[in-house]
């Protein structure tokens, strides 16, 4: 499986990119990891756009929208670890999570235009009641991603 997490983050302190580090290394064994964080507006638009432009070209995605904050209600761990295993037995080769963009004031208009030519839903993922930064959000989402597959091969969560 391999699974993109883009993220608008203008700023993200050294201890979360070290943590994000230990992740992607221990997610390294289970499935295809890429983070890419965007620094600004002009940027995230040029990155999503070529993520759209390949998601058009290639096999299967599933697009996750990731929130916190949010009064809606949230996935358990087993839960999420389910939804991961259930798109790798319908053909979903890539998992795409957005991480920040609903905080942009952009956000509204470009997704709009971002995904009226992509021919996939956009499931939105609340993870915290908690409003957490997008730096903060994509690293728990690294730690819930691993969690999933911890459990989807029914292996200890814990050491």
Avoid at 35 to 60: H, M, P, R, W
Avoid at 110 to 136: G, Q, R, W
């Amino acid at each position: 499986m391999n699974i993109q997490i883009h993220t608008y983050c203008p700023q993200a302190a050294s201890y979360y990119v070290e943590a994000r580090k230990e992740y992607e290394k221990r997610l390294s064994r289970y499935c295809k990891l890429k983070f890419i964080s965007y620094k600004n507006v002009k940027q995230a638009k040029k990155g999503l756009l070529k993520l759209q432009e390949n998601c058009s070209d290639t096999g299967q995605n599933q697009f996750f929208l990731v929130l916190s904050g949010a009064k809606e209600s949230t996935l358990s761990s087993p839960d999420f670890a389910h939804c991961i295993e259930n798109a790798g037995i319908h053909g979903i080769s890539t998992l795409i999570f957005l991480v920040g963009f609903s905080e942009n004031e952009n956000w509204e208009d470009f997704s709009t235009s971002f995904f009226s030519d992509i021919d996939f839903e956009l499931t939105t993922l609340y993870f915290s009641s908690f409003s957490l930064s997008p730096a903060l959000t994509g690293l728990v989402l690294e730690e819930q991603i691993y969690r999933a597959y911890r459990i989807i091969n029914k292996e200890p969560y814990h050491k």
